[in-house]
């Protein structure tokens, strides 16, 4: 039996040796061992912890992944800010900045690196002692998300630097990005489960990091690639090469592609010859970043508000390609809008194939003069999203006709074959039929969507086949599903069939069973309720018991009639005691006796609405988050026969969403909060964002993001940004701290 001190220098050998391997597996590409002989360490190591706990060092790798997830973000300062690069695409701005430096510098020898720009996600790492310790996101410049625990995820990022004499801190600046190779196998994987693949690796990148589950995330192929420095303390560097020789030497990966220049012919010398091999890069690259080499020319040089003048990012043209349009197909939506879509001979543009091209509406097809038979020009916006730029006129063919929607389609939707209509306030045509295959699929999308109920394994291609297969109309049938008809669901074809499976089935159900106890807001926000968003779902979700009394709302008709009222010329007052026939018309024909309409005081209590003012001093009131058209909009949608079908199927199905506290104010802390709108900056002691939010609205009150007019209080925490405060200032926005804070939630 080994003693502790022989654990320990045990538990030492093996953490050493597996981030050595790691290093030479992820970043060096040459493994000197086996998987299975890598396997066995890592089982070692995770053994002797799970036996010694006490002797677990957050460095470890076997930390990687947390196996709790996150209830939110903790936003935390910069201490140094990451600010964003000036761009340019063409040669002049940059020899206009070359002059710059120049001139500034007076003439004294300069010398630029020029490094590929990864179209990636911008991250900041932080190491006390060698160890990791911290990951934030850009966020503003100023402050970010703390990511921390989805970038240990990743296998390449050590945990510990990877040098005897670590600095005492070390701040290092980078991007998160999937390769191409990653990104292709990500979304087969998604396909194959039934989700809708990513549309592009810098999305999928973006979203991976803002998931709260590490363990989802590490099953993501994330990478990371570090260029830039933030605070240093315990080392000197002096020059841009010495920062990157350093990072490497420590185990951080750098790019493998670096020029340097002296004078502008070198420059554009190396931006040439970078633009001819970036297809070659295993990652999107989206253009290059030039740099000041030295520190101290770096000084001099100095910063503007948000962008350094001794760099400049740029940007290559978006890549253009020649292609034929050989049809137009059109989409149906949620709603029923009607999308036109170029079909188009596959043509290879920006690292991938484009056979589809969005054309918007039937005004831009015009405005470009598009037409089926057309040599196209097209090219992806920001190397994303592939779209129509021009026609080749001189390559149209004789017999080409003008475009036109209605007549294209026989005034016909091409999934159900109603009769389509002219949306009189967009751009666009709609089809009108509720029960329209396409819509039914994409309510099922949105209904089950992250910010609703949140309903995994449920993407578009699952959506399609529940659909054609008549299991399913509408979202709330996904209820009567059983595991035996989802297990043997096709996503495929009938010659090249891919089951769903009992395993994708089971994680299905299992959603569907969490989704029967979300909250009021959630469901709200699913059923897909015209002019409804989460804040709008959320504040109807906060002053409501359940949907019965959403869908006969008195808060909401209070809304309508005092803003209706006040329109009309009349007191708010007045609105309230307005009986159905009155002089208001048609616009309180909702009304019932039995239903007493909010005043507007206690809607001023609930936060729904707030005083205003009037040059005659008369009573006047103005709506916070929901307005009439949204209060009136929910009021139709459940009087109508689509809100009547949900009521009805949902107490067949014994689901009974729940809202939050109704009772205007059932204490003296609810009734001071209500109304009340908070903006919170810095960090907590006590608690994190998401947690003081929660807390706040619970008791009535508002979160905003920013510091308005509106603002009541500012919560100011530790490390706050002077900007808030600042602007507190300047509007007369009280700032309280974390203990005046807590005594307004009762907490101390």
Not at 29 to 35: G, N
Not at 138 to 163: F, H, Y
Not at 434 to 455: G, V
Not at 652 to 669: K, M, S
Request: net charge negative.
């Amino acid at each position: 039996m080994m003693t502790m001190d022989e654990i320990r220098e045990r538990l030492m050998q093996l953490r050493q040796a597996i981030r050595h391997h790691d290093h030479l597996y992820y970043q060096e590409a040459r493994p000197e061992i086996t998987d299975r002989e890598y396997d066995a360490l890592y089982a070692e190591l995770r053994e002797l912890e799970q036996q010694h706990p006490e002797l677990i060092t957050p460095d470890s790798p076997t930390q990687r992944i947390s196996g709790t997830p996150l209830s939110g973000f903790v936003t935390r300062p910069h201490r140094i800010p990451m600010l964003s690069l000036d761009n340019t695409y063409n040669h002049a701005d940059l020899l206009r900045f070359h002059e710059s430096v120049i001139k500034t510098l007076r003439g004294a020898p300069v010398l630029y690196t020029i490094e590929p720009k990864i179209d990636g996600v911008s991250i900041s790492v932080r190491y006390e002692d060698g160890v990791f310790v911290q990951a934030l996101t850009r966020g503003n410049g100023k402050e970010g998300d703390d990511v921390s625990a989805n970038l240990k995820t990743i296998a390449s990022l050590p945990l510990r630097l990877m040098t005897e004499n670590p600095p005492e801190v070390l701040e290092v600046r980078g991007e998160v990005f999937m390769s191409r190779q990653g990104f292709t196998r990500l979304n087969e994987q998604r396909t194959a489960a039934g989700e809708e693949p990513f549309a592009n690796a810098r999305n999928a990148t973006a979203g991976t990091l803002k998931l709260l589950d590490a363990r989802i995330v590490a099953r993501r192929p994330l990478e990371v690639i570090f260029y830039a420095q933030g605070e240093i303390e315990g080392i000197e560097l002096h020059t841009q090469q010495e920062l990157l020789q350093f990072l490497r030497q420590a185990g951080l990966r750098t790019q493998d592609w670096l020029r340097t220049a002296s004078d502008f012919d070198g420059i554009t010398a190396a931006l040439q010859e970078l633009q001819q091999n970036k297809n070659r890069f295993s990652y999107d690259i989206d253009g290059a970043v030039i740099k000041v080499d030295s520190f101290a020319q770096r000084e001099l040089l100095g910063q503007t508000a948000r962008a350094p003048s001794w760099a400049k990012a740029y940007k290559y043209e978006p890549e253009r390609a020649e292609t034929l349009l050989k049809e137009i197909t059109v989409q149906v939506g949620r709603t029923g809008v009607l999308t036109p879509v170029a079909e188009l001979e596959p043509v290879f543009l920006a690292g991938s194939t484009i056979s589809r091209a969005t054309l918007h509406n039937q005004d831009e097809i015009t405005r470009k003069d598009i037409r089926i038979g057309d040599t196209v020009l097209i090219e992806k916006a920001g190397e994303v999203i592939p779209a129509v730029v021009s026609v080749r006129k001189e390559k149209r063919p004789a017999d080409s006709e003008p475009f036109d929607f209605v007549s294209h389609l026989g005034n016909r939707c091409p999934s159900c074959g109603g009769e389509i209509v002219r949306d009189p306030q967009f751009v666009a045509w709609r089809c009108p039929n509720l029960q329209c295959p396409a819509q039914s699929m994409r309510r099922i999308e949105y209904f089950a969507a992250r910010n609703a109920l949140d309903i995994s394994s449920l993407g578009s291609v699952v959506a399609e086949a529940l659909l054609e297969n008549g299991l399913v109309r509408e979202p709330l049938d996904l209820f009567s599903l059983t595991l035996e008809q989802l297990a043997v669901l096709n996503l495929g074809t009938e010659d090249e069939p891919r089951m769903f499976g009992a395993k994708n089935g089971a994680k299905l159900l299992a959603a569907l069973e969490r989704a029967r106890t979300m909250p009021l807001a959630s469901w709200l926000q699913a059923m897909g309720i015209p002019e409804v968003g989460s804040a709008t779902a959320y504040q109807i979700g906060r002053t409501h018991r359940d949907l019965a009394e959403v869908a006969n709302s008195p808060k909401l008709k209070g809304i309508v009639s005092v803003m209706t009222a006040q329109e009309n010329g009349l007191p708010a007052s007045a609105a309230s005691q307005a009986p159905a026939d009155s002089a208001f018309g048609e616009l309180f024909s909702w009304k019932k006796e039995e239903v007493a309409v909010t005043s507007p005081e206690e809607l001023v209590s609930l936060g729904l609405l707030k005083p205003g003012s009037r040059k005659d001093g008369a009573a006047y009131y103005v709506t916070t988050v929901i307005g009439p058209k949204t209060a009136q909009a929910v009021l139709d949608f459940f009087a109508g026969e689509i809100g009547q079908g949900w009521l009805k199927k949902l107490a067949e199905l014994e689901i009974d969403p729940q809202g939050g506290e109704t009772a205007a104010a059932t204490t003296e802390t609810t009734a001071t909060l209500s109304g009340k709108t908070f903006v919170l900056t810095g960090t907590l002691a006590s608690m994190d964002r998401e947690t003081a939010a929660a807390k706040i609205r619970a008791l009535g009150g508002n979160v905003a993001s920013s510091v308005s007019k509106n603002t009541t209080w500012l919560v100011a925490g530790e490390n706050t940004g002077a900007r808030k405060t600042e602007k507190a200032t300047e509007l007369g926005v009280a700032v309280i701290d974390e203990k005046q804070f807590l005594e307004m939630l009762g907490e101390n």
